[in-house]
């Protein structure tokens, strides 16, 4: 994601790209959040084209956040350490819904 194909909200200063994708959003020493805050509104457009937004820690999903699949899927809830942890909601494109604790 360069130039004009930046998303709202993202520009040169906060964004950082790797092999994994590009992130968008507060950042330290020009990586995700390195430090003991929860930053909000971070988001990453993953390689494969799904793309996580939400609160990050320590260069990790954690708190809330969504994260969607690029066939479909949407999971909204916690996250701990990049996985699904807590409360949330998986529903796929066809209708279907789990709702419960993650762990």
Same mark, same amino acid.
């Given at each position: 994601i360069t130039g004009d194909n930046l998303p709202p909200g993202c520009n040169e200063?906060?964004?950082?790209?790797?092999q994994e994708g590009t992130y968008c959003g507060p950042m330290k020493d020009g990586k995700k959040d390195t430090s003991d805050y929860v930053y909000e509104g971070g988001r990453?457009? @993953?390689a494969d084209g799904d793309k996580y937004e939400g609160e990050w820690k320590d260069g990790w999903k954690s708190g809330h956040g969504t994260y969607y699949w690029k066939k479909g899927?949407? @999971?909204v809830g916690e996250w701990k350490d990049g996985q699904r942890n807590g409360h949330g909601s998986l529903s796929w494109k066809d209708g279907r819904k789990?709702?419960?604790e993650w762990k």
């Open positions: 200063k906060n964004r950082h790209v790797s990453m457009f @993953y899927r949407k @999971y789990y709702e419960g």
